[in-house]
C-alpha cells in the first residue's frame, strides 16, 4: 500500500514529541488538540503500528515513533532548506550553506576560509554556527546543517569526512607562571596547576578528563569557560592555566602577556575534517565550498 504522509503532519509530529503532550504541541501549532490527535492517529492506521506511548504525564515516542521522528527532521530541514534557497534567488543569491563548526575551528582559519569562498562565490550566502562535536554531527546527520567542521575524533559514521587544517594543543599560562619558562611540557605535567576548563562537554574536555583518569588523576578546574577567548583573558589574569591550540594563542601571546607552552602527548596534535552527507544530498554550493576548504588546507593558505 503506498502510505501519503504530508510536511504539515509530520511537523505536527515533531512538536508532539519535542512537547511531550498533544495540548501543548497544539497550541504551538495554533491547533486544536483534536486536530493533532486525528493526523497522527490516521498515520498509526497506516503503517499499523503505534507511534506514541500515552500515559497520564503526556506521550512519548515508541520505537517506530522514534524512527519517524529522526526522518521527519531531515525531511523538514532539507524542506526548509529549500525553500529558503528558492527565496534568496528573488534578492540575487544563488545558493546558500549552512555551517556549523567547532570552537576551535571557528577560531582559527575556518572565518578567514570562509571570506575567501566568499570573495571568488559572491552570490552563494554562508550561514556560520558554533557548536559542539556531538552536535555538529548530530545535525549534518539530520539535514539542519550542511555542513561540519571539527575535530576528526568524533563519531561520523554515515557521514563522509575529508582532512581539512590541524594543530596542536598547548598550555597557555602567565608569563610569570613556572611553566611559562618551558619549552614544551607535557599534560601529566599541567595537572600540578589549578586550571581553566574550556567548553564544557566538548570533546577537547572530555579528552582531557580521560588522560587526566589514564594517569590516576581528577581534572578539577578552578574555573569554566565557554569560550577560548574568555579562557585566554583568565590565564592572562594569571588565574589559571588553560589547554588550548597553539594557533588560536600565538596571535595573542605578546600583547596579553601570555605563553604557549606546546604539550607533548601524541594525542595533542588534532586533525581537522569537513564532514558532510553524501555527495547526491547536497548542493552545487554546499561541494564547492567543501573543495575550496580543501584546496585551502592544503595549500597552507
Request: with cysteine; proline share 4%.
Given at each position: 500500500?503506498?502510505?501519503?504522509?504530508?510536511?504539515?503532519t509530520l511537523?505536527?509530529?515533531?512538536a508532539v514529541?519535542?512537547?511531550?503532550?498533544?495540548?501543548?504541541?497544539?497550541?504551538?501549532?495554533?491547533?486544536?488538540?483534536?486536530?493533532?490527535?486525528?493526523?497522527?492517529?490516521a498515520?498509526?492506521?497506516e503503517i499499523?503500528?503505534?507511534?506514541?506511548?500515552?500515559?497520564?504525564?503526556?506521550?512519548?515516542?515508541?520505537?517506530?515513533?522514534?524512527?519517524l521522528?529522526?526522518?521527519?527532521?531531515?525531511?523538514?530541514?532539507?524542506?526548509?532548506?529549500t525553500?529558503?534557497?528558492?527565496?534568496e534567488?528573488?534578492?540575487?543569491?544563488q545558493?546558500?550553506?549552512?555551517?556549523?563548526?567547532?570552537?576551535?575551528?571557528?577560531?582559527?582559519?575556518?572565518?578567514?576560509?570562509?571570506?575567501?569562498?566568499?570573495?571568488?562565490?559572491?552570490?552563494?550566502r554562508?550561514?556560520l554556527?558554533?557548536?559542539?562535536?556531538t552536535?555538529?554531527?548530530r545535525?549534518?546527520?539530520?539535514?539542519?546543517?550542511?555542513?561540519?567542521?571539527?575535530?576528526?575524533?568524533?563519531?561520523?559514521s554515515a557521514?563522509?569526512?575529508?582532512?581539512?587544517?590541524s594543530?596542536?594543543?598547548?598550555?597557555?599560562?602567565?608569563a610569570?607562571?613556572?611553566l611559562?619558562?618551558?619549552?614544551?611540557?607535557?599534560?601529566?605535567?599541567?595537572?600540578a596547576?589549578?586550571?581553566?576548563g574550556?567548553?564544557?562537554?566538548?570533546?577537547v574536555?572530555?579528552?582531557?578528563?580521560?588522560?587526566?583518569?589514564?594517569?590516576?588523576?581528577?581534572?578539577?578546574?578552578?574555573?569554566?569557560?565557554?569560550?577560548?577567548?574568555a579562557?585566554r583573558?583568565?590565564?592572562a589574569?594569571?588565574l589559571?592555566?588553560?589547554?588550548?591550540?597553539?594557533?588560536?594563542?600565538?596571535p595573542?601571546?605578546?600583547?596579553?602577556?601570555?605563553?604557549?607552552?606546546?604539550?607533548?602527548?601524541?594525542?595533542?596534535?588534532?586533525?581537522?575534517?569537513?564532514?558532510s552527507?553524501?555527495?547526491?544530498?547536497?548542493?552545487?554550493?554546499?561541494?564547492?565550498?567543501?573543495?575550496?576548504?580543501?584546496?585551502?588546507?592544503?595549500?597552507?593558505?
Amino acid at each position: 500500500m503506498r502510505r501519503h504522509v504530508d510536511p504539515v503532519t509530520l511537523r505536527l509530529f515533531v512538536a508532539v514529541c519535542e512537547e511531550g503532550n498533544i495540548a501543548r504541541a497544539a497550541a504551538r501549532e495554533a491547533l486544536v488538540a483534536s486536530a493533532v490527535s486525528k493526523r497522527i492517529g490516521a498515520i498509526e492506521r497506516e503503517i499499523g503500528a503505534p507511534l506514541l506511548v500515552r500515559n497520564r504525564r503526556g506521550v512519548a515516542p515508541t520505537a517506530a515513533g522514534e524512527v519517524l521522528l529522526r526522518r521527519a527532521r531531515e525531511i523538514l530541514g532539507a524542506l526548509d532548506r529549500t525553500l529558503a534557497e528558492l527565496d534568496e534567488f528573488s534578492t540575487g543569491v544563488q545558493g546558500s550553506v549552512r555551517v556549523v563548526a567547532s570552537v576551535s575551528a571557528l577560531a582559527e582559519d575556518l572565518p578567514d576560509d570562509i571570506a575567501s569562498f566568499l570573495a571568488a562565490y559572491q552570490s552563494v550566502r554562508v550561514v556560520l554556527d558554533e557548536a559542539v562535536s556531538t552536535a555538529i554531527v548530530r545535525m549534518v546527520r539530520e539535514g539542519a546543517a550542511d555542513i561540519g567542521v571539527l575535530w576528526d575524533a568524533a563519531d561520523m559514521s554515515a557521514l563522509q569526512a575529508v582532512p581539512y587544517r590541524s594543530d596542536r594543543l598547548c598550555a597557555v599560562v602567565h608569563a610569570r607562571h613556572p611553566l611559562a619558562r618551558a619549552a614544551r611540557t607535557t599534560f601529566a605535567e599541567t595537572l600540578a596547576w589549578p586550571s581553566i576548563g574550556v567548553t564544557p562537554g566538548g570533546m577537547v574536555e572530555s579528552m582531557l578528563r580521560r588522560q587526566a583518569a589514564l594517569l590516576g588523576a581528577a581534572l578539577t578546574p578552578r574555573i569554566q569557560v565557554a569560550s577560548l577567548d574568555a579562557a585566554r583573558r583568565i590565564a592572562a589574569a594569571g588565574l589559571g592555566l588553560a589547554i588550548l591550540p597553539v594557533e588560536a594563542t600565538m596571535p595573542y601571546a605578546g600583547a596579553t602577556g601570555l605563553v604557549a607552552v606546546p604539550l607533548t602527548d601524541d594525542w595533542a596534535r588534532r586533525q581537522f575534517v569537513v564532514c558532510s552527507r553524501p555527495d547526491s544530498m547536497l548542493s552545487a554550493s554546499s561541494r564547492a565550498l567543501i573543495d575550496h576548504l580543501r584546496r585551502r588546507a592544503k595549500a597552507g593558505g
